[in-house]
């Protein structure tokens, strides 16, 4: 919402001091604090009803599904430290939501399998591994 469109101090029309200027959509400028003042930014995300009560009701299957099964699913090489304490979901992208809450389509894997998962192996390795699915 606001840029800054020079590094240099100008006049500030809020509070008449002269600092680093930001520009508003309207085009008045204004120092950071005023400009914050008059438009703060939304630093939360809005969630709908609908994705709150899927996460509530996701909160509390994700908390069973990990207590009957604490142990790491994944086993991964060299990464695995073997006590489950992520749910890692076997579809991701478009079919996320569709098996959002669907346990069959869930795996109880430690912190360490899961981060390697998602930030070193492939959709193809992944897929071998059976980590994820491809529907």
């Given amino acids: 919402m606001y840029r800054m469109f020079r590094l240099v101090k100008k006049m500030c ?5 002269e600092s680093y200027i930001y520009k508003n959509i309207t085009g008045k400028k204004y120092c950071k604090s005023c400009a914050y003042k008059i438009n703060p930014p939304s630093k939360i995300k809005k969630t709908s009803e609908k994705k709150k009560k899927q996460d509530d009701e996701y909160s509390k299957l994700r908390k069973l599904y ?3 099964h604490s142990f790491c699913e994944a086993k991964l090489p060299g990464v695995c430290t073997g006590v489950a304490t992520d749910i890692h979901h076997l ?3 478009k079919d996320r939501n569709k098996y959002y809450l669907d346990d069959k389509t869930w795996k ?3 912190r360490n399998c899961h981060i390697f998962i998602h930030d070193k192996l492939s959709t193809e390795e992944a897929i071998e591994l059976n980590l994820k699915k491809n529907e």
Avoid: R
């Fill in 13 to 17: 029309v809020g509070c008449n001091t």
């Fill in 66 to 68: 990990l207590d009957t």
């Fill in 91 to 93: 579809y991701s992208g």
């Fill in 108 to 110: 109880a894997i430690c």
